[in-house]
């Protein structure tokens, strides 16, 4: 019988079995390059896995999602052309990546199982490094966003917030970034602009204005409204995310990134946390600023819109609410004109701050201006007074009221002094001698009846009669209070100026006593006998 002639040679890789090509493939050993790659472990798994199934050439592609498209990972053998007939299987890694293996080789039983073996491995590897990667974006994605919530909580001055939020974004975000600005009627100004190049801020300044007009023609303006991100319109790459804040739209913030930049696959996800954060403290900035305002209109209200001009009397005075100017204050100075001819002076202080204490500084005011225009001697006008606020508040007040009188023939002026609760003021001699006047009385509002007995005391020519509330002389640097004695000293060097100079030195000398805001109102009140000797 003769002897069969086999059909074919046994090839390398036949005779080497499944077993042997197996163990081949596994004993890869898996390891990343300095930079994070699998460059080293995918070259070595091609050249395994040529080895064994006897392909011509093979390659690996890797798309990591970043807008670069596909990139080379790896190829062994001969190279393979796009339209050559190689098989193509998908390499299994979790988006945004994605990957594909590409094999000229023949495709028997055998040689799918290595091929399915070898992508397995090469997905596992490839997600693994996906992972670390996107672990090390999302820890700097979270150190970013830290470092933006930090430096947005610095102030709340809208102007320098708006300033602020394009520079944090560039470069991290994007190449250059807008800030337009939402305003009545819904629509949209440029508000700030950052650009990578500062040489193109002009360029910048024109992509602003024509930003404006392309995101609120539909239906780009109807997708920003319903919240939603969308592409830059025209020919601009980048993306418009809408800023809301509390249910409102501020307005858009817009990332502009050259086009042949890579793209951080989480940029997206990161520029809404951004978003989000930056319209929060444009709100927040925008409810101070309305706060300021309110402070600053009510604060106004309670303070006499100018100081009248009296002959032979030089007034001059000054106010500091505590806190950063948020606040309006419990202090309270005024004038006013008395039935009889003379005039009152009225400096006073209700205990706490804030709104509450104006309130109650706004009661005060307004009760002494009725019942001195109703002829009331000023003894009847505190009793009154202290039972209101005894009624009313649950507040005190300590107050100074003070009648001067100019109608004497000489230049001398007389004053009636009452002190409820308050400070003694000082009196400024032309010659720079400095001493206190008036009778201590009780506060208003603490215990009836009250006693305030009044104290008389004449104002030579030259001299000046300061009054002023304790947010001043309990001025605090550290342990220290600046105090009485040193109000007294800053104004023996103030003898001769006049009411209005004396008045704003001593507030500077106040303010200037520590580095920390103001924890109390202070009030200073300077009246000043300007009739010559």
Known sequence: MPNRVPDSEPTAHDAAGPLAAVDALLDVATTADETGTVHGFAGDLLRALAEHTGANGSAVWLDRGDGAGPQLLAAHGKRLHPASTARRIAVPVSLPWSAELRLDAPDTPREHTLTHLATQRLGMTLEHQRLRDSDRRRQTSLAFLAEVSELLAQSLDLTLTLALIPRLVVPRLGTWCTLHRATPGRRLEPAAAAHADEALSGWLDAVSDDLARSLLAPPVADALLAGKN???????????????????????????????????????????????????????????????????????????????????????????????????????????????????????????????????????????????????????????????????????????????????????????????????????????????????????????????????????????????????????????????????????????HPADVIAARLRTAAVDFSTDPPRDDMAIMAVRNDAER
């Open 230 to 496: 969308v592409p830059l319109p025209t020919s601009l790459s980048g993306i418009a995310v809408p800023l809301f804040a509390r249910g409102e739209w501020l307005g858009v913030l817009s990332i502009g990134r050259d086009t042949d930049s890579p793209r951080d696959p989480d940029e997206i996800p990161v520029a809404e946390e951004v978003a989000r954060r930056c319209a929060l403290a444009m709100d927040n900035a925008r409810i101070h600023e309305e706060r300021q305002t309110v402070s600053h209109t009510l604060q106004q209200a309670l303070l006499p819109a100018k100081l009248p001009m009296i002959p032979g009397l030089g007034i001059g005075a000054e106010y500091v609410p505590a806190g950063r100017g948020v606040e309006v204050g419990g202090d309270l100075y005024d004038i006013m004109p008395m039935p009889d001819g003379r005039w009152l002076v009225m400096v006073g202080d209700v205990s706490g701050k804030g709104v509450h204490a104006a309130a109650v500084t706004g009661l005060i005011r307004e009760v002494i201006r009725v019942l001195v225009k109703d002829g009331r001697p000023l003894q009847s006008v505190l009793a009154t007074l202290n039972d209101t606020l005894s009624e009313r508040s649950e507040r005190y007040c300590t107050l100074a009221l003070a009648a001067f009188d100019t109608r004497s023939r000489d230049s001398d002026v007389e004053v009636s002094l009452h002190l409820a609760g308050h400070d003694r003021p000082l009196v400024l001699h032309a010659d720079g001698r400095v001493s206190s006047a008036g009778r201590w009385g009780t506060a208003l509002g603490l215990v009836s009846p009250v006693t305030c007995p009044p104290a008389r005391l004449v104002l030579h020519p030259g001299e000046t009669l300061v009054f002023f509330t304790d947010g001043v002389t309990e001025r605090r640097n550290g342990q220290e209070f600046f105090g009485t004695q040193r109000l007294a000293q800053r104004l023996t060097y103030l003898a001769g």
